[in-house]
């Protein structure tokens, strides 16, 4: 079987059917690509094909270019990776240049046969570089199809001539959007882009394509770049309205990346850059850029971290491997408050039947009225109807009464943060319930074994923790007790895998991972406002290195008591170890003044009436800004990055991540981790450990042990080691 298939109807129409075998989404390969200018040269050469319309096979279009085979080019060319991967580039703008000037008179624009694409689903990536070298583009109306260029996303940006084709098409401030956002647009969005023409019934779709093949003229298929006269729309850089466009896309790509996003500074470029010559050299401006930007440590981090190697643990890759299915029929989430709330929400959207069970029947009806609130807003943006909104409610059982859990195959306890309670609820959870059932615990920072004590089954009992908000947050922390058995884990992760989340199992440990890497960062920064550093230099500082959230606004999101009972339980568990007074001094001396953070309105930073942020509390400066000239931007940086850096390192030390996937997957997902960075251990690949080595021992002299180089960093340090040169299971990813 091949990727794409040619057959010519009775009235001259060559179809070609996209249909990958053996992957659920078309994605195109090497082979894949030849076979496409195979069959155009055969519609091209056969004189009774009048026209060809390209379509797919699966219920979608296309998901994009393999980008295994942009890593396994540079692995093939050791000594000249970009030069393989420009050519391999230039390849692709020649096969699609023929399909779109479809063997039409260079000088005449006549003669061509028209290209038709009809696009079945959702499409993305190369499968919408396709569908734009195409004359007319007819798309279902079907409303859950999607369509855009989201390369930008993964590091990169289209590379297929979508850059400079959509561009052209509709100016450079229209394609924004699409182009350094990465938007996917349903059909209705999408024709107003004019990434399609026409959206059509889906029962209709190849038809239409084929009538308007069949009647197309020879103006109808030549582009509006290759015909005469043509302009860039908006104006090009060096025409007024032009050059003001350009000076704005500027400002907006810097605004929202802060600069820490090569990929979008690079697009931008490329499309200024083309737009002042002709098509044919603009396809080689945009290959050179791309050729940088996949030669970019950035680019291949990020496509290894959030494509691969994400891809990978969805799909099970730290699964145990000889425990049958655990998919997961009904759950009972214990405690209805916002966490128990959205895992009731999120389980019942994936058709699974939810037990939502609280002390108080008002709590648990207000815990299912979540779901109610989240369907309607759905409904509002017309993405969901009644109809699904009673499917997907009548899914929970809201009730106080523990009967109602039999029958239940995994149970989520989302209760206080209090062992006693937790204690209490399993002990009569397991009175209930079957013996093959599962008990997890959503806890954040409470031991799984010490909690585990309370089973009567602790090979049954694990972590399972959700980030808030549950319905958005794409991460979800499982962790092993010291007694936690592989069907647990197996159970764990289907579950996961239904509510369509992405997975990382670590072992116990205090704050497991993602916490105990997220809270040295929330800590530093506080240590800085103690020494009278600015606080704005904090925060930027910090979003200069892609994080999401400074330091001090995300202590205030996840509030300040929170963080103030944190570092008590730490305190009070650690002993003369804990070394955070510093911090806490003005942890506390917010605490008490009430300053909570957002949802008191007042915290490091000031709100107004409407909760929203002005700028951070001059009490704070008040009190800790004093004469002394403030460390440069690079030194703050480090403090803020290193801090987590190496907690990530010493989790691979100690075993609480067993796989470095997670480490960086985690990362990213779990708390914004400088995306562009690939996450914390990719990241120190990127400076290199040597490097990172002599860093730290410079930061631990200055500033204390918690920046001392673990003895893994130091000893693959001494080797010039990479972390996914010892630890990678790229191979595995793939």
Known sequence: MTDFTYEVDADGVAIVTWNAPEKSMNVLTREAFALVEDYIDRALADDAVKGVVITSGKKDFAGGMDLNVLANIRAENGDAPAQALFDFTMNGHRILRKLERAGMDPKTNKGGKPVACAINGTCAGIGTEIALACHRRFMTDNPKAKIGLPEILLGIFPGGGGTMRYSRMVGAMQASPVLLEGKMLDPKKAKMAQLVDEVVEADNLVEAARQWVLNAKDADIVKPWDAKGWKMPGGAPYHPAGFMTFVGASAMVNGKTQGAYPAAKALLSCVYEGAMVPFDTALKIEARWFTSILMNPSSSAMIRSLFINKQALEKGAVRPTDVPDQSVKKVGVLGAGMMGAGIALVSALAGIEVVLLDQKQE???????????????GIARKKATEEKKEA??????????????????????????????????????????????????????????????????????????????????????????AETGDRAVAKSLDFVRQIRK?????????????????????????????????????????????????????????????????????????????????????????FDQDRLGRKSAAGFYEYDEKGKRVGIWQGLRDKYTTDAEDPDLIMVQHRLMFAQVLEAVRALEEGVLEDIREGDVGAILGWGFAPWSGGPLSWLDIIGTPYAAERCDQLAAELGERFATPDLLREMAAKNQTFYGRFGKEDAAA
């Open 392 to 481: 997907v409610l009548s899914k929970i059982t809201a009730t106080t009464d523990y009967e109602a859990l039999k029958g239940c195959d995994l149970i989520v306890e989302a209760v206080f943060e209090d062992p006693s309670i937790k204690a209490t609820v399993t002990k009569a959870v397991e009175a209930v319930v079957g013996e093959d059932c599962i008990f997890a615990t959503n806890t954040s920072t409470l031991p799984i074994s010490e909690l585990a004590k309370a089973s009567k089954r602790p090979e049954q009992f694990i972590g399972i923790h959700f980030f808030s908000p549950v319905d958005k947050m794409m991460l979800v922390e499982i962790i092993k007790g």
């Open 502 to 590: 992405t997975p990382i199992v670590v072992n116990d440990a205090r704050f497991f991972y993602a916490n105990r890497c997220i809270i040295p960062y929330i800590n530093e920064g506080i240590r800085m406002v103690k020494e009278g550093i600015e606080p704005a230099l904090i925060e930027n500082a910090a979003k200069l290195l892609g994080m999401p959230l400074g330091p001090l606004q995300l202590n205030d999101e996840t509030s300040i008591d929170l963080g103030v009972k944190i570092a008590k339980a730490t305190k009070a568990a650690m002993g003369d170890a804990y070394d955070n007074d510093e911090a806490d001094e003005v942890l506390f001396w917010l």
């Open 363 to 377: 709590a648990a009806d207000k815990g299912k009225s979540y779901t109610t609130a989240y369907m309607d807003k």
